[in-house]
C-alpha cells in the first residue's frame, strides 16, 4: 500500500515505452503529481527534453519529437487536447490518461486526430497526489476549490465527483476493491461511500474484478468535522511544523520571504522519497532537529576535507566519480540549515511556544478559569499573531460550548477589540455551528458526561512526556476501536450496497485499511498512522510478541493508509471554513443556541478569502538574529556555524519544553 511506488511505477512505465527524445505534456492536475513523484535529472534519463503544459498554447511546433501526455481527463484538459491534436506541434502521441476515459471522451479524441498521430491511448489510475509512502491527497485547494455546496451537510456536485473518480483511482492503482465504512452523522460520507460502492459493483465492475482475498480490505471515510481540533494545532515535528508555518505546497517549500537566503535557495523541493535526510528525520520534534542537522553538516564538512586533497590520479578519478552526490549533498545542507533557522525565527517572532502550550492545554485537559485567563492574555499581547488569537478562541470554544458559565461571546467580543477583523472573529461561531458538540458524532474533548469527564482528569493526573505534544489525534482511538473490534456498525455502518457488507464482521481486523478524510487530513495524523505502520510491522515480525502500537493494539502485519481531500495546516483549515461559510445561511456566523452568556448578543457578517497572489503575510523581517545568521548561506564554509547557530536557538527553544514537563511532574508530586 505504497502510493508513492504505486505512482512512480506508472511514470517509469509511461517514460520508457516510448523511445528516443521526446516531449511530456501535463495540465494543471498532474504537474504537481509529476513534481512530487520524479526529479528532472530523473526525467532527462529517460531521454524527457521538454516538459510543458498541454493549455500553454504558445509552445513551438517540433515535428521530429514524439509526444507523450499524462492528463487527468478533465473537460479543461480534453479541449485543450482536442485542440492539440487539430493542430498536432509534434510527430507522433502517446496519451496516458490518470482515470478512466468515457465513450463520449474517446469519441472527441478520435474525431480531433484527422491527421492520425495519436499512437496509443492508455489509462493509468494516478488521479491522487502521492505525499508520504502512506499519505496521500487529492490535492483538492479549498478556497477556490470547494467542498460543500449552501450547507455542511451537502456535497458541492464537481467536489463529490473529483472525490469519486480520486478515491476510484486509488483503489485501482492499489489493486484494492474494499469493504466501505463511514461516520454515521456524516451525509458527505454516506453519499461519498454510496457513490464509490456504485463505481466499484456496478460501473466500472470490469476494471475492480479483482482476486478476492479472505480479509477484505476496509475503506474507512471520515469527515473533518469530526475532529476540528487537531488542524489548529500548531506543530514540532519537522514535515509538520514546516507546513504549518511556512506551508508545503506540492512538495515545495517557500523561502522567499527569509532574511540572506541565496537565490536558488528561495524555492525548496522537500520530498521524503528524493531526500534522504528529510525522510529520515520526517517525525522528529525540534528539539531534536538541530542536533541532526548538526551532524549533518558535520559529514558535509568531513567530506569536503577529504576532497581538498587531489595527489593522485586515483584521487581525481575519486573527485570526478564523486562530485555529483558531493555537489548534491552540499545543497541539502543548505537547504536544510536555511530551513531550520527560518522555522527558530519564526517560532521567537510568532511566541509559538507560549501559544503552543495554550493550545495543547485546550486540547488535552479540562482547566476552565486558568484557560480563560491565559487566552484573554493572549488576545492582548501585541506579540501573538491575529490568527494564533483566533485559533485560542475557537478552541476554547469548542472545549467549553456546553459548559453553563462559558464566556465565548465574550472573547469574540475581545477579539473584536484586538483588532481582529469581523470575518475572521466570526469563525468563532461559524466553526461551533459546522463543527460544534450537536454536529460531531463522538466525545471529542470526553468532557460530555460524568465517566468521560473523569477519565480526562485520570488522563491530565498521569502527566505528560512533552506539554508541547500532549494531543493525540481523533483518528488514533478511532483506529483503536477499529482493530480491537470496537468500532461499532452503528456508528460506522458498512455501505449497503458494498458487495462485502453481508460477509464482514466488525470485529475482525483487516489486513489493509485505507483512511480518509473529506475535508482534508494533516501530517499530524500522518505520523500517527507512520507510527502505526512502523509498529504493526514490527509487531508481526516478532509473532506480534508484546508489541504495543500507537492506541495500545498488538502489531498485526496491518497495514494503514491515509489521505485527505487536501493537506491542512491552520490557515488553510480556517481558510476553507470561512470560505465554505460566506456562501452559508446567515445564521452560520452567528452564536448557536444556549451558548450561554458573556455579553451582548453578536450578529457578525462573513466574507469570502481573499487569495493572495505573491508575497506573504510576514513581509517584515528582523535582521541580527540567530536564526537569520543560519539561513544567510552564502558559502558553504560557513554552514558550520549557521547549523551551530541554529541548533542552538533549537536547544534553547526546548530547553524551555524540558522546564515546562519538569514543571508539570513535580507539580503532581
Known sequence: MDVTKAVSAYIQRMITEVAGVKVLLLDQDTTPIISTSFTQSSLLSHEVYLTDRVDNLSRDRMRHLNCIALLRPSPQSITALVHELRQPRYKSYWLYFTNALSKQDIELLAEADEHEVVKEIQEFFADYLPVNADLFSLNIDTPPARIWAD???????????????????????????????????????????????????????????????????????????????????????????????????????????????????????????????????????????????????????????????????????????????????????????????????RVEKDSLLEVSELEQSLASVESHASDLKAIQTMIESPKCSADAKIRLAILYALRYQKLPGNQIQKLVQDLLKAGVPESRAALVFVMLNIAGAEQRQDDLFANENFFSRGRSALKGLKGVENVYTQHTPHLVQTVDNLMRGRLRDTSYPLVSSSQHSASIN???????????????????????????????????????????????????????????????????????????????????????????????????????????????????????????????????????????????????????VRKGVEGTISGLQ
Open 151 to 345: 450547507n455542511p451537510a451537502t456535497w458541492d456536485q464537481s467536489a463529490l465527483d473529483q472525490h469519486v473518480k480520486g478515491l476510484s483511482a486509488l483503489l485501482l492503482s492499489l489493486k484494492k476493491k474494499p469493504a466501505i465504512r463511514y461516520e454515521r452523522m456524516s451525509g458527505l460520507a454516506k453519499k461519498l461511500g454510496e457513490e464509490l460502492s456504485y463505481q466499484i459493483n456496478q460501473d466500472q465492475a470490469g476494471l475492480f474484478d479483482f482476486r478476492r482475498t479472505e480479509n477484505a480490505p476496509l475503506l474507512l471515510i471520515l469527515d473533518r468535522r469530526n475532529d476540528p481540533v487537531t488542524p489548529l494545532l500548531t506543530q514540532w515535528t519537522y514535515q509538520a511544523m514546516v507546513h504549518e508555518v511556512l506551508g508545503i505546497r506540492n512538495g515545495r517549500v517557500s523561502l522567499a520571504d527569509a532574511d540572506g537566503v541565496r537565490p536558488e535557495l528561495q524555492e525548496i523541493v522537500l520530498s521524503g522519497d528524493q531526500d534522504p535526510f528529510f525522510s529520515a528525520n520526517l517525525y522528529d520534534n525540534f528539539g531534536d532537529l538541530g542536533a541532526s542537522i548538526k551532524k549533518y553538516v558535520l559529514e558535509y564538512q568531513s567530506r569536503t576535507a577529504s576532497n581538498a586533497t587531489i595527489d593522485t590520479v586515483a584521487d581525481m578519478k575519486r573527485f570526478v566519480e564523486e562530485y555529483p552526490e558531493f555537489r548534491k549533498l552540499g545543497g541539502n545542507v543548505s537547504k536544510h540549515v536555511a530551513l531550520l533557522g527560518e522555522l527558530s525565527r
Open 506 to 656: 466488525p470485529a475482525e481486523r483487516p489486513q489493509d485499511v485505507i483512511l480518509f478524510i473529506i475535508g482534508g487530513a494533516t501530517y499530524e495524523e500522518a505520523r500517527s498512522i507512520a507510527l502505526l505502520n512502523a509498529q504493526h510491522q514490527r509487531g508481526a515480525q516478532h509473532g506480534a510478541a508484546q508489541q504495543n502500537a500507537v492506541g495500545g493494539t498488538v502489531g498485526t502485519g496491518t497495514r494503514f493508509l491515509l489521505g485527505g481531500s487536501s493537506i491542512h495546516n491552520s490557515k488553510s483549515f480556517l481558510d476553507m471554513i470561512q470560505d465554505a461559510a460566506s456562501r452559508f445561511d446567515a445564521r452560520f456566523a452567528k452564536p448557536p443556541a444556549n451558548l450561554g452568556s458573556g455579553g451582548p448578543a453578536l450578529n457578525l457578517s462573513i466574507g469570502p478569502v481573499q487569495l493572495a497572489v505573491g508575497g506573504g503575510p510576514n513581509a517584515s523581517r528582523q535582521d541580527g538574529s540567530v536564526a537569520g545568521a543560519a539561513a544567510s548561506l552564502l558559502d558553504p564554509e560557513y554552514l558550520g556555524e549557521a547549523a551551530s547557530g541554529a541548533r542552538d536557538l533549537a536547544t534553547d527553544i526546548f530547553s524551555r
